[in-house]
């Protein structure tokens, strides 16, 4: 078989099967105007900006044509209505979304320091954000699922892994996929069975996308190649590695591998890009796109959001990536 058909291939579950569903926070994100340290004196802020790494995922996999649903809460509020329609109005299944009459909507406070790196004020777990359950709603989603996307960021809401649990048996059985995005905090690792938990989420993975580090995180072991060849023993079909401004690789299971280089932008926030990569990513393979052309938008699509200020301002639509591609320069080797 030519090496373009074998690449063409994937033992992720076609989008006609059902939707891809995630399964996480969703908060709204308000931003520090200014650089600087923290929240310790009065500053301007700009927002609410829909947020949180799920719902980001969601938006760019139903934005690019990708069926997608989330399970999550919010709170009875404007913060919660702004996130719930931006995901309407973008193509994804909202039914999932519980309201809490009691509890806010998550939030997070951002201020970036001068060296880039950020400061952040939480409110996620004393709020709707933590109050996923498994609802009528949400067994109804799952029993017409076709991929389970799981984000190493939702061991941080307290019961999630009952959820993630059923819902790997119901999607599993049905023939459909998982893909994991290990983008797990390390001090949650060390929390309870998190780590076994974790574990199993791997050995039912299809296709891994970390980014950096998380290769090994995954793996459990340090090296790119002996990380790569660790993930596939224990079933990976394929690893769509995040390298930044360094573009992306394919990995596939058969030996294959495709490099995609990054575009050239100006970042202005680059919050959400590696969750609009994976939502474009697992979108476009489902769509049944080769791996170049899914590495390609996944890219493209990470890229433009950084250009926005706002975590899932720059999420884009096919055409929108389209446009994007054609008159953005590449970093080439």
């Not at 308000?30 to 829909?50: C, H, N, Q, T, V």
């Not at 799952?142 to 984000?151: K, P, Q, S, T």
């Amino acid at each position: 078989m030519p090496m373009d058909a074998i690449l063409d291939q994937t033992r992720l579950a076609a989008d006609a099967l059902g939707p891809t569903v995630v399964i996480g926070e969703i908060l709204v994100e308000i931003m520090a105007k200014s650089r600087g340290d923290g929240f310790l004196e009065p500053i301007e802020l700009i927002g609410p900006y829909p947020s949180g790494a799920p719902a980001i995922f969601v938006d760019q996999c139903a934005k690019i044509g990708g069926q997608a649903a989330i399970v999550a809460s919010v709170g009875d509020d404007d913060f919660g209505r702004i996130n719930i329609e931006r995901l309407r109005s973008d193509g994804a299944d909202v039914s999932a979304i519980s309201v809490s009459p009691d509890y806010p909507t998550g939030s997070a406070f951002v201020r970036y320091r001068d060296d880039g790196s950020r400061d952040f004020v939480y409110n996620i777990g004393k709020s709707a954000a933590a109050l996923v359950s498994l609802t009528a709603e949400v067994k109804a989603l799952f029993a017409r699922a076709g991929h389970l996307h799981v984000m190493g960021t939702a061991f941080a809401i307290p019961g999630v892994w009952e959820i993630m649990d059923h819902a790997i048996g119901v999607i599993k059985l049905r023939g459909g996929s998982v893909s994991l995005d290990p983008n797990l905090r390390k001090e949650l690792l060390g929390l309870g069975q998190t780590q076994e938990r974790f574990a199993r989420l791997v050995d039912v993975a299809d296709l891994i996308l970390p980014s950096g580090d998380e290769l090994f995180t995954a793996a459990g072991v340090e090296g790119e190649a002996a990380a790569v060849a660790a993930l596939f023993s224990r079933g990976v079909t394929e690893i769509a590695l995040k390298r930044g401004e360094h573009g992306s690789t394919f990995f596939g299971a058969d030996g294959s591998r495709v490099d995609c280089p990054a575009f050239k932008v100006t970042e202005v926030d680059p919050t959400g890009a590696g969750d609009c990569f994976g939502g474009a990513y697992v979108a476009c393979r489902r769509l049944g796109m080769p791996v170049s052309k899914a590495l390609e938008y996944a890219n493209a699509a990470g890229a433009r959001n950084v250009t926005v200020q706002g975590p899932m301002e720059g999420a884009a639509s096919r055409l929108q990536l389209d446009e994007f591609i054609t008159v953005t320069p590449r970093n080439r080797p």
